[in-house]
Nanobody, 124 residues
Framework: QVQLVESGGGLVQAGDSLRLSCAASGRTLSVYYMGWFRQAPGKEREFLAAMPWIAGSTLYADSVKGRFAISRDNAKNMLFLQMNSLKPEDTAVYYC?????????????????WGQGTQVTVSS
């Protein structure tokens, strides 16, 4: 089992920046990939970014490429999402996820463990 806890959400204005954190615990050595997702009211969950837990390339959704950056601190078992130039349409609950199944490249789906989510609200 892998436990994930997100933090760092809040209410910001359009154009502001926010950094989300995800603390991982449990069997983190079994994790291959970590990712960030979001879900806005009335919409399906959306993939944002993913990266290998140890080393390798990152993958971003076109909707956030150039504005969001995923990073990790393996020593502290932490995953981060730096969000810049926030827009009202970025308003959603943001989730981090862990995948324990191998893949050749960072996957957009097939994650096994999820955090409880953190709310991000961007006002215009």
């Amino acid at each position: 089992q892998v436990q994930l806890v997100e933090s760092g959400g809040g209410l910001v204005q359009a154009g502001d920046s926010l950094r989300l954190s995800c603390a991982a615990s449990g069997r983190t050595l079994s994790v291959y990939y970590m990712g960030w997702f979001r879900q806005a009211p009335g919409k399906e969950r959306e993939f944002l970014a993913a990266m290998p837990w140890i080393a390798g390339s990152t993958l971003y959704a076109d909707s956030v490429k150039g504005r969001f950056a995923i990073s990790r601190d393996n020593a502290k078992n932490m995953l981060f999402l730096q969000m810049n130039s926030l827009k009202p349409e970025d308003t959603a609950v943001y989730y981090c996820a862990a995948r324990v199944k191998a893949a050749l490249t960072p996957p957009r789906a097939g994650y096994d463990y999820w955090g409880q989510g953190t709310q991000v609200t961007v006002s215009s």
